[in-house]
Structures are given as C-alpha cells and as structure tokens.
C-alpha cells in the first residue's frame, strides 16, 4: 500500500525556533511537495523538488527552506519560526510526468506560540 | 501562474440527494483534474480524476465533467451518504505543479 509517512501530526513550538518537518514515502517517487493549509485559503505549494538535492520555490517559500538529501525523504525547515506559520502542513508524493496522481501524508499540526 | 477557483465553500444536502461542487482554471495548458477528498484528521486522497482529452467520467456515484472550452470542471456525488461528509479539494495540473482551490465543506445530513 502507497504510503506517504509525516514525522509529527502535533507539533507546539516556540517562536523564534529552528523546526523541522520530516516526510518519507515509500513509492520511489521522483516528485515530492510541501504545502501548507489554512481555513478559506485551501493547499498553498511551499516548496516542492523533482530529485534529490533539487528544490523549487512555490507560491508561499518564504520563512521555509527544504531538504532533499535522499530520494524518498523531503524536510521542511522552519528557519525562525513565527505565529503566523501556525498551520496545517501536508507532505506529497508524486510519479514523474504530466498527469500522475498526488498522495498525501496525514498532515502535521504546528502551532507557533 | 494558473488560478484554480471552486465553489460552493459551504455545501449541506439531505442523505440521497445530490451534491455539486464546480471549479474553474484559467491555465489553459492545464491538462489533468483531479479531485481530492479529505476527511477530518487525515490528509487528501484522490477520489476521481480526469483528463482533457475526456469530457466526463464516472465511478459508481462519483462523476466528473470538464469542459474545456470554458475552462471549468464539475464533481457529481449521486445519492450522498453520511461517509460523503468531507472537504473536497478540486485541482488543476499545468504539468509543473498542481494548483488547488480552495475546498468546499461537504455536510450530508442524514
């Protein structure tokens, strides 16, 4: 069974902290994101990467950075956390090529004191 | 970039009626629409998708139509149940990144 794996699914962390989001996929898929969720504003792209150590910049990048070191591992670095990145964040897990269907881990709830 | 818009973000029906919830891209390179179904604590799953060269497809209550000369896609529930409660998610792929809208908040009162 297709499985895309996030580290945390509650995470409380102060501001100003260095936070990492981890995510593993077990599909060897090529292509793997980050986006973030909020309430009225759907699934915005943070960051998303087409292969080990490539990275491209989506909608919303800034505040984040991420990791790609391994195929089927992609992390999410919160450099200086603030309140407003307070937010559901969901890793997916894609095929290379046009058309190919996004699975999603089961999401991880950071909130920013 | 491509600017995915759904509507209704609300959407409350009786247990056996239908429900509709439609979208509209402006991309037209976009070429594949998935939609994407989540339910409370977890995260999105496909549930039907379709793609351009196809103007509608069905699986069992679920359909989805796309017309692409006015850029807009539809979902179909037919005889909504109580499980059919869930955000659905509509999204376009322009072959560099999927765009989202924004959700519609699917209740099925039983």
């Known amino acids: 069974d297709v499985k895309v794996t996030q580290s945390s699914r509650y995470l409380v962390k102060r501001t100003g902290e260095k936070v990492f989001l981890e995510c593993v996929q077990d599909?060897?898929?090529?292509?793997m994101f980050w986006y973030r969720q909020d309430p009225g504003l759907g699934l915005r792209l943070i960051y998303f990467s087409y292969d080990v150590k490539m990275k491209e910049k989506g909608d919303i990048p800034e505040g984040y950075s991420v990791s790609r070191e391994k195929k089927e591992r992609f992390s999410l670095i919160l450099e200086s956390a603030s309140t407003n990145q307070t937010s559901m964040y969901l890793c997916?897990?894609?095929?290379?090529?046009?058309?190919?269907?996004?699975?999603f881990g089961q999401g991880t709830r950071l909130t920013v004191v | 970039g491509e600017n995915v818009e759904q509507h209704p973000s609300t959407l409350s029906v009786q247990e056996g009626d239908s429900a509709v919830i439609k979208c509209t891209y402006s991309?037209?390179?976009?070429?594949?629409f998935p939609w994407y179904k989540q339910e409370l604590g977890k995260g999105p799953q496909l549930i039907i998708d379709i793609r351009s060269n196809v103007g509608e497809k069905k699986d069992q209550r679920i359909a989805v139509t796309l017309n692409k000369t006015a850029k807009h896609f539809s979902l179909h529930i037919t005889e909504t149940q109580p499980e059919d409660s869930a955000v659905y998610f509509c999204a376009a792929d322009t072959g560099n990144q999927f765009y989202f809208g924004t959700g519609t908040s699917l209740t099925v009162i039983p």
């Open positions: 997916a897990s894609s095929l290379s090529g046009y058309g190919t269907e996004a699975f």
């Open positions: 599909m060897d898929h090529e292509n």
């Open positions: 991309d037209s390179a976009s070429n594949y």
